[in-house]
């Protein structure tokens, strides 16, 4: 099969890599790398600093083109792809985004109907219902006409989500979208992830560093280490005390969360 | 209805920097060595003169002087806002593109070689002045890397450039002294002595790219977010800061190929309409056409009527006001 043809899968997925090799600064990052994300799943790519996660998230939402393997979004070689074609189904939001200052929360997520619209039409009807539905999802709607910089940290972490959910792409990823945020805000965020995924079917890939997190929110936990995959599966799978040695340079307990039973790591000494 | 933020402060606005521009405009007609009154003024536009020596006033020497005036206003207001908006950069300027020294430069050059030669050089000045503009915004684009170049090499390479091609304008001045005279009008920028043949030259190219740059308000929006999340947008990123960059580059060489070098409009006017409207370039944009012209219309009345006896070039009154605000405007942004 050649990676110009539509591959034909077998299980609903959403994302393929396949083979996949990344350079970043004209330095391999990641070497031949192949997973594949369901639909209507929650993802989690965990790894140290310097693993290649984000790398792998770029890559796989077409911001680093591939110099070996590809890429496929929904069958197709997402390289081959119209660009706001595949802004339509795949949204991203990279690590500490940049707005200008004095940019309304409105006019933010207003952007994101861009894929839609397109450099000239004027926005319809559905625009404003999607500019309006991303704005009550995460809560926003009083604060839509305030600027973005007077906004707490996790408001402004979710008029970047909104940014993205006013996208309507059924396909989220999302680069440490709770890093320097406090822990309310950070479970907040996490926990509107999971209820987009469980109501509206939709699919998340998150880099996350905090792994008790990854644990508890994603049906999925991908671990990585120099630029490759370690170990992949449920969390309960994943996080073991040989994982933490081994990747992570810890040791540590493994317990049982006692609220909700998801694998839980208390790390005790570095190696 | 959809409810938008600001969108009856931007129409509020707009209508009334154009009923200001419209006064100044009918002012700026009204000023001269034959001083007529808003009232003649009006009636000699509408040929209903009182006299028939206000209508040649009014149509033969001034209404294009206005016209020209308010026309490259807009040009350089909108082009400087279009450039703060792809630099992510307030105190982005269309001299930054090049175009301003290299249209004076394609000015001064022709100004140099006909005046030791003979025959009359000035319907063609224009011209080439449009032509030097175009080059070195192009030439300026290229160095800095095309559309793999971010916004801060752009910024480099054009104020680099720009001050290599007017260190050129010097050594031809220097060089050819005979041309000092016709060339300081370009050099800082003026709208003595211009006519029915500058607009005729003037109108069509702003006929066509303002509407240009009023159309790309989208894709400057999108330019202001981080490069990630505009490709993300399935914003074709290198082709959308191309394409507004040529236009500010068009606009910047229009303006400057009839009217000369003017600084500092395309630096404050997008300040204040951003002021005004907020940072939605669908705002800034067209509010920034209207202020650029009424700015450089009131700078030309200043101008004529500053000091009795002579007109000072416009240019010149832009600055001795555009410099200060400058530095207001560093002040600020340490605060």
Known sequence: MTHQEAHQPEKQLALEADELSLSYGGYPIVEGLSLSIEVASVTALVGPNGSGKSTVLKGLARMLPPHRGAVYLDGHVITQMPTREVAQRLAILPQGPRAPEEITVGELVEQGRYPHVGPFRMLEKRDHAAIEYALEQTQLSALRNRPLDSLSGGERQRAWIALALAQEAPLLLLDEPTTFLDVAHQLEILALIRELNRAQGMTFVLVLHDLNQAARYADRMIAMHAGRIVADGAPSEVLSERLLEDVFHVRAHIMTHPVDGTPVCLPYEAI | ?335
Not at chain 2, 42 to 69: G, K, M
Not at chain 2, 300 to 307: F, K, P, V
């Open chain 2, 1 to 335: 209805m959809i409810q938008f933020t600001g969108a009856r402060r931007f129409q509020a606005a707009l209508i009334l920097s154009i009923v200001l521009l419209a006064a100044l405009c009918i002012l700026h007609i009204s000023v001269g060595t034959v001083q007529l009154t808003p009232a003649q003024v009006i009636a000699s536009l509408l040929n209903r003169p009182v006299e028939p020596y206000d209508r040649i006033i009014v149509w033969d020497l001034r209404l294009p002087r206005t016209l020209i005036a308010l026309a490259s206003g807009a040009m350089l207001g909108l082009s400087g806002a279009i450039l703060q908006f792809i630099m992510r950069n307030p105190l982005a300027e269309p001299d930054m593109t090049g175009a301003t020294s290299g249209a004076v430069l394609g000015a001064v050059l022709w100004l140099a070689s006909a005046s030791g030669g003979t025959g009359d050089p000035g319907v063609l000045v224009p011209w080439v002045a449009l032509l030097g503009g175009l080059v070195a915004g192009i030439a300026i684009y290229a160095a800095s890397g095309g559309p793999a170049g971010g916004p801060t090499r752009l910024i480099m390479t054009g104020l680099l450039i720009s001050i290599m091609l007017r260190s050129v304008t010097s050594m031809v001045l220097v060089i050819q002294q005979q041309a000092v005279g016709s060339a300081i009008g370009w050099l800082i920028g003026s709208l003595n002595g211009r006519v029915w043949v500058h607009w005729d030259i003037l109108w069509p190219w702003a006929a066509v790219t303002i509407p240009l740059g009023l159309m790309s308000a989208r894709w400057a929006n999108a330019l202001q977010l981080g490069d990630m999340t505009v490709k993300g947008l399935g914003v074709p990123l290198g082709r959308a800061r191309a394409w507004l960059f040529f236009v500010a580059i068009a606009l910047t060489a229009g303006a400057v190929a009839i009217v000369g070098g003017i600084a500092f409009l395309g630096l404050i006017v997008p300040h204040i309409a951003r002021r005004i409207v907020g940072v939605d370039a669908r705002r800034v944009f067209p509010l920034s056409v209207v202020l650029g012209a009424a700015l450089m219309v009131l700078a030309d009345i200043i101008a004529q009527t500053a000091i009795h006896t002579v007109t000072l070039p416009v240019g010149a009154v832009l600055a001795i006001f555009g410099a200060p605000f400058f530095l207001y405007l560093v002040q600020r942004s340490r605060a």
